[in-house]
């Protein structure tokens, strides 16, 4: 039987913890793990397509950021943002690999929004990060790792 509240909690768990919200999906996913009444991949699949579909969130936000940085509210200073770009310039698109570690993935992705990382490109390698992630975490859970 499919236990819908059982995903939709988990789906939007990784959703809110790939935004700038504090969250953490990884509780979640081994919670349902343990627990055993929802197949792996399963589990591995949603909590995946939640935490990309966050980034995506990031990334759209990255995309309007410029039309807002120069209000009073905006939790960026000009400083910051150039350093963003600088480290983004730096090690390229393929940094989007490290989306899936905490206090720096949440930023990168709004970063690779601000320069403007064709879509396709980020999704690809956002979706390597973060299904990447839950698997390590999965096989870990059940000590295969």
């Known amino acids: 039987m499919i236990d819908f509240a059982a995903y939709a909690g988990l789906f ?24 055993g009444a929802q197949p792996v991949w399963a589990l591995v699949a949603v909590a995946s397509l939640g935490n990309v579909a966050g980034s995506v969130v ?19 200073s000009p400083a910051d943002l150039e350093r963003a770009r600088g480290w983004y310039h730096r090690w390229g698109r393929w940094s989007l690999l490290l ?17 403007r990382e064709p879509l396709p490109v980020f999704l690809a390698l956002v979706s390597i990060a973060k299904v990447g992630r839950y698997l390590v975490l999965a096989a870990a859970t059940f000590g295969l790792a």
Do not use: C, M, Y
């Open 12 to 35: 939007l768990t990784a959703f809110i913890a790939a935004t700038i919200l504090p969250a953490q999906s990884e509780a979640a996913l081994v919670g349902l793990l343990l627990a």
């Open 99 to 115: 989306a899936w570690v905490p206090i720096i993935g949440d930023p990168l992705t709004v970063v690779a929004g601000i320069l």
């Open 58 to 76: 990031n990334w759209s936000l990255g995309r309007g950021i410029d039309r807002w940085r120069e209000h009073r509210w905006f939790p960026a």
